[in-house]
């Protein structure tokens, strides 16, 4: 019980974690638009992307703990549920959505190791898909829900 328990915790902080660091990235991205040169500002984003990207890997670890590690439910139950599906699609359109911010923040980092300036980019277009990405991760909790109540099993 004590690790069926803890893995659905740490699932719902992996999510809390990530909308927040999501949230905050949007908000230094839009401070780095206004202060384009402004090194605090990147340092900012880059530090709430850090935690996006670790809230990421901690979500990814526990739904996968938990949809096949038979602590809970069998695998089956997820697999023939038709918000498991939606809750994956809405994910993937997640990550399909953090391609080109997270190449665009890799090489803001790389350019700061190697002491040059990173190449401009377009911030209205980042900050359209943090957006993206700050309303999809507020609708899978609702699909989650559904899906743990057996609502559309197949």
């Known amino acids: ?4 328990a803890s893995l659905s915790a740490l699932h719902v902080l992996a999510l809390a974690l990530g909308l927040g660091a999501v949230f905050a990235r949007g908000l230094r991205l ?5 202060e384009p040169g402004s090194s605090e ?13 670790l809230a990421a890997l901690l979500w990814i670890g ?6 096949f590690g038979r602590l809970e439910k069998t695998p089956d139950f997820y697999l023939r549920n038709g918000f498991f ?3 994956m699609a809405l994910f993937a359109a997640v990550l399909a959505l953090e391609i080109r911010p997270m190449l665009t923040f890799l090489r803001w980092r790389f350019a700061a190791r190697g002491g040059t300036t990173p ?6 277009t980042l900050i ?9 991760v507020c609708v899978i909790p ?6 743990a109540r057996g609502a559309w099993l197949f």
């Open 41 to 53: 500002a990147r340092r900012r984003l880059l530090l709430a992307d850090n935690l996006w990207g």
């Open 142 to 147: 609702f699909a989650a829900a559904l899906m």
């Open 85 to 87: 599906w939606v809750k």
């Open 128 to 136: 359209a898909l943090n957006d993206a990405e700050v309303a999809i």
């Open 30 to 34: 839009r401070d780095l638009r206004r």
């Open 119 to 124: 190449p401009p980019v377009d911030l209205r």
């Open 62 to 67: 526990t739904g996968l703990g938990r949809a």
């Open 1 to 4: 019980m004590i690790a069926r």
